[in-house]
């Protein structure tokens, strides 16, 4: 397996890759070209290719995934439209037997631990994987279906006909435009091309999160003796007050030979606390319930990542003349507190922007209205139906009251409830509940205000 942050050594993949990351574009003419080459862009490239049409994808780094960082784990069932046996190739870390959400103070931490061994065998749930690896991985079949990989070269603007539709991207290479009936916008969360068609209206630094993680070595049996777990199976561990006030969250997670710690917070309120979020990392590190999982480890890597995480109602417009949007460019990443999920969506939304643009070009009409069953696929399956019936939850999530009282008020109760004071009869729940909601300031009518708004959003 490649080390993180390093391109994949491995068979087919790397060797298609390489073959295909540095043709000339000068004078290029397709039918369709792809702007990056995360999971959304490969797959809308696959999708295309599949179709017979003639695609570009064009990636700024030197390999696809060089340049991608997640913190999390990726969810993998839609990948059988891809490779209808992918747990075979992709190259996968660990398989996620373990997910534990914990709610923590300072010196305090409740956890719902959930195990389930069905999650590591055929179909599979989540697999923790390095994005170098698994992206080449994705590309590579892409490249196999017909896609031409492009690497080494940016995107810098978007082509117009005469009548002011996209046909096109300019690239930093001299002489380097990219002439296409569609173009495929999947070149991440400050998508340029995105943002030069104007279909950004919401550009709030309190629409994004900042993830930042470390990568730390461990021997992989004593990965699997601390976490509990199997050869090849893995643990993810999500925590929400875990940020030192910071709005946001914690995470761990297992990789064959390495643990993946860090912190996903708010941006405007990582600004305001003038906090760094290495500081929030080894707070959290630091934590009695996460530092003897991180005992005689060693830092690999630290990288940091802007995510997009405003929800449904700050997505950009998906679709305009020539061009649609897709990916972390579209805003499609879920963190609604009990689901954290991208990658899943960006491969999901990739697939039927291209097999939208496919019909669109068979059709002929690849103007906003031709293009428009991009959207409808989306409203149709899990992409979009996910973001909109979850669309209270991160401003629900981020919240003052459940990334503060509340964690004070679960972590509070569940310690009463099991410290045994043999100087007094046991108090009832209730008491215990009302005595951790004065010490703690809990109102009332916010109490049944926010459980409303949770039922709501999570029914």
């Known amino acids: 397996m490649s080390p993180a942050g390093t391109p994949p050594d491995a068979g087919a993949t790397s060797a298609d890759t390489a073959e295909h990351s540095s043709p000339s574009v000068d004078s290029v003419v397709v039918d369709a070209v792809v702007v990056g080459a995360g999971p959304a862009g490969t797959a809308a490239a696959y999708a295309l290719a599949c179709a017979g049409r003639s695609v570009v994808v064009v990636e700024r780094g030197p390999f696809p995934g060089s340049k991608n960082l997640y913190g999390g784990v990726v969810y993998g069932r839609i990948l059988e439209r891809i490779e209808p046996r992918w747990w075979e190739q992709v190259p996968v870390q660990r398989w996620v037997v373990r997910r534990s959400t914990m709610v923590m103070t300072p010196t305090q931490a409740v956890t719902v631990d959930v195990r389930s061994q069905a999650w590591g065998s055929v179909p599979y ?24 990989l492009v690497c080494s070269t940016v995107a810098t603007g978007l082509l117009r006909d005469g009548r002011g539709r996209v046909c096109g991207v300019t690239t930093d290479r001299p002489g380097g435009d990219v002439k296409a009936k569609v173009v495929v916008a999947a070149d991440g969360v400050n998508s340029f091309l995105a943002k030069s068609a104007g279909l950004h209206s919401h550009d709030d630094p309190s629409h994004y999160t900042l993830g930042a993680k470390e990568v730390l070595a461990l021997d992989p049996e004593l990965i699997e003796q601390r976490f509990g777990v199997g050869p090849r199976e893995g643990m993810d561990i999500e925590a929400v007050g875990a940020t030192g006030g910071v709005p946001g969250g914690g995470f761990l997670y297992t990789n064959h030979d390495s643990l993946a710690v860090g912190v996903v917070v708010s941006l405007d309120g990582l600004a305001r606390s003038k906090r760094r979020p290495e500081e929030l990392i080894e707070s959290f590190k630091a934590h009695p319930a996460i530092s003897p999982y991180l005992r005689d480890t060693s830092i690999r ?30 805003g499609m990443t879920l963190a609604a507190g009990i689901w954290l999920e991208g990658v899943n969506y960006a491969i999901g939304a990739g697939l039927a922007a291209g097999e939208a643009a496919a019909s669109a070009l068979r059709q002929g009409d690849v103007s906003a209205s031709g293009l428009a069953g991009y959207r409808r696929a989306l409203e149709a399956g899990f992409v979009l139906s996910d973001h909109s019936r979850l669309r209270r939850a991160p401003g629900l999530v981020l919240s003052e009251r459940v990334q503060g009282s509340y964690t004070n008020l679960v ?17 009832g729940l209730r008491r215990l509940f009302a005595g951790a909601r004065r010490r703690n300031r809990v109102a009332f009518r916010d109490l049944v205000k926010d459980g409303f708004d949770a039922v709501r959003t999570f029914r």
């Not at 890597?301 to 460019?329: K, N």
């Open 301 to 330: 890597e630290y990288g940091a990542h802007l995510i997009p995480e405003g929800g449904f109602d700050t997505m950009p417009e998906l679709v305009s003349d020539g061009l649609l949007v897709a990916g972390d460019a579209a």
């Open 411 to 427: 972590c509070d109760v569940a310690e009463g409830l099991f410290t045994v004071d043999n100087t007094a009869p046991k108090p």
């Open 125 to 148: 749930n989540g697999f923790t994987v390095y994005r170098s690896d698994f992206d080449s991985w994705l590309a590579s079949k892409a490249v196999a279906a017909g896609a031409r």
